[in-house]
């Protein structure tokens, strides 16, 4: 229960809304009650007054219509109150979830899987909105409405209406008590295998090519089907509890009704004309109050998902980022430009050093190449350099303050990054150029760019930068996805470009321009570039060589290639 708590809290920005919607609320269910209260007595006392005698019907009447329409209009007006301020508060929640989740960007959210990730955003969001409109706001309306009615009818006979009163109290304590107990066990499970289904179907659905290949699909089908029956079953214990708890109160239903019947036809409702009319009111008041009770049983079943939901939408606003932007230092553009000191870092989780005690300086200016066997750590490096992870040991000094000292902008300013995976975006090849820039970039300037990266035949089609890329668009090929990468750095212009291998994939002819293209580029740039191949290398004016997070060798060409023995004379050599 206490897993609510945050989201009862955010309850305060619709406050008014939610307000209104329980005075609607009670309103329209004391109408209810009233209509069907009064029309026992309307239509018992003039069955007494019989034909011929005068009978004062026209205010019961007048009351039964007022009643009747009153309950219609306010039904009608609290549904819209009370669901237009339970979307404000989900659409306040998603805000927050997403803002939490922004910045556990990318070291944490890893440990999430996307499909995951969605639904939690949007499906335990959605089960959130029961906890106004199923749970909390019938709770309290059936207490005021109860008690209400038992003051009111306790001025025509006080043993009835307090009995009454309190037998529905019990009724209002103990059945949401049971069906949340009841339903506790299933609840969680039951939006665990709902999600577990979700995030197996999308993945069957996604790695259908592999399946196939691998003739795994049936494992995965069969994986699929356990998850669904487990779904399945719970789901069905949901609805034998439901009816259950129809019953049950039906069953009570006609219990009080009986005792109600009973009990008020041997009680001395004074001397009046039609005091036997009174039976009949006290009987139907035991009737009407069942619209009270009946929905709670089936709504707090609901609440073991309810808690589930908030739980898994909890845990995940409660992480916390693994880096933390709160410094505010200027950048001063100054000669040495980047320095590692005895860097150390483990990615989480994990125990091998990625980087290990590594040390490094780079001027402005310079271009360095970064070479080394795969795992090494050179894309490790440059993470720590966009601060998606903090060092564990060690400095990272940019123009000779500490990483974590500057604000996030400032930081994206100074880089541009290439990752080692380019990502399209599923949008038009225009938006998927434009983000690369703050300001806009006009169209001849992409198609120039797109042409310099060998990606003009992407235009060739009547729709030109608008062609739709990403899912459901042109699937772009291993090398095209990189040119489009290398296109979105040259359409950048932070000072310092750090590129993960920019030219994996490409051949010899198309790397060689591409990265004469990209040494033009940097020419008043820094540039880091991680690397497995040795084209155009002995352009760079230094080069790493990294082993298992250490720094083997550093040197230019020249020096490095004449060393007796030395781990770049022998790559050369090997290669
Ligand atoms: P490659 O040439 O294959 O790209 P690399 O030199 O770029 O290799 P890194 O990606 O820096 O290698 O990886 C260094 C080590 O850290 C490897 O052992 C790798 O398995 C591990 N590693 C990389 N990324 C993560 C991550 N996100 N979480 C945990 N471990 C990681
Ligand atoms: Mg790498």
Not at 181 to 199: D, E, I, M, N
Not at 427 to 455: P, Y
Not at 480 to 486: A, N, P, V
Not at 491 to 518: F, K, S, V, Y
Request: net charge neutral.
């Amino acid at each position: 229960m206490r897993a609510l708590l945050p989201f009862i809290r955010l309850f305060g920005f619709a406050k008014l809304p939610l307000i209104l919607g329980l005075v609607l609320m009670i309103l329209g269910l004391g109408s209810s009650m009233g209509l069907l209260t009064l029309s026992g007595w309307f239509l018992a006392a003039t069955a007494i007054a019989g034909l011929g005698t005068l009978f004062n019907f026209f205010y019961p009447s007048a009351s039964v219509r007022g009643l009747a329409i009153g309950r219609t209009v306010m039904r009608y007006f609290e549904k819209i109150v009370t669901h237009d301020a339970t979307f404000r508060i989900l659409s306040k929640l998603r805000v927050q979830v997403f803002k939490k989740i922004i910045p556990l960007s990318p070291a944490v959210l890893n440990r999430y899987r996307n499909s995951d990730l969605l639904n939690r955003l949007v499906s335990d969001v959605d089960t959130l909105d029961s906890l106004y409109l199923r749970l909390l706001a019938p709770f309290f309306t059936a207490l005021f409405v109860i008690v209400a009615m038992s003051i009111g009818l306790s001025f025509i006979h006080a043993p009835l209406a307090l009995g009454l009163g309190a037998f529905l109290l019990i009724l209002l304590i103990t059945i949401p008590t049971l069906f949340y107990r009841l339903g506790q066990k299933f609840g969680a499970r039951l939006v665990q295998a709902r999600a577990t289904y979700r995030t197996q179907f999308l993945e069957f659905i996604q790695a259908q090519a592999e399946l196939l290949l691998f003739n795994a699909e049936d494992k995965l089908k069969e994986k699929m089907a356990t998850t669904e029956k487990i779904w399945q079953a719970d789901q069905a214990q949901e609805a034998k509890l439901s009816g259950f708890s129809t019953a049950l109160v039906l069953f009570l239903n006609g219990l009080l009704i009986c005792a109600m019947l009973w009990f008020s036809s041997q009680a001395d409702f004074g001397t009046g004309e039609y005091r036997a009319a009174f039976i009949a009111l006290f009987t139907f008041a035991a009737l009407a109050a069942f619209e009270i009770i009946m929905p709670l049983g089936t709504a707090f079943l609901h609440i073991g998902q309810v808690i589930a939901a908030a739980e898994r939408v909890t845990d995940i606003i409660e992480q916390q980022p693994l880096v933390e932007f709160q410094g505010n230092a200027e950048f001063e553009p100054q000669v040495q430009l980047i320095s590692a000191k005895n860097l150390s870092f483990t990615y989480p989780e994990r125990e091998n050093l990625a980087l290990d005690n590594l040390t490094l300086d780079l001027e402005q200016g310079q271009k360095i190449a970064i070479l080394g066997k795969t795992g090494s750590g050179k894309s490790t490096l440059l993470q720590l350099l966009v601060r998606n992870y903090d060092a564990n040991q060690g400095e990272l000094l940019l123009a000779g303050k500490p990483i974590p000292l500057y604000s996030e902008q400032t930081l994206r300013e100074q880089f541009c990054f290439l990752t080692q995976r380019v990502h399209v975006f599923s949008d038009s090849l225009r938006q998927n150029l434009q983000f690369a820039a703050h300001e806009k970039i006009s169209d001849e300037k992409m198609i120039e760019i797109l042409n310099q990266v060998g990606l003009g035949k992407l235009l060739d089609q009547a729709q030109g930068l608008n062609i739709w890329l990403g899912d459901g668009g042109r699937p772009l090929s291993g090398g095209e996805q990189r040119r489009l990468g290398i296109a979105r750095i040259l359409l950048n212009n932070a000072p310092i470009l750090l590129l993960d291998e920019p030219t994996e994939g490409l051949d010899r002819d198309t790397e060689r321009q591409i990265l004469h293209l990209i040494l033009q580029h940097a020419k008043n740039k820094t540039l880091i570039m991680v690397t497995h191949r040795l084209t155009a290398i002995e352009q760079f004016d230094t080069i790493c060589l990294i082993d298992e997070g250490k720094l083997i060798e550093k040197g230019d060409y020249e020096s490095l290639i004449q060393k007796e023995n030395g781990f770049f004379k022998r790559l050369v050599e090997r290669i």
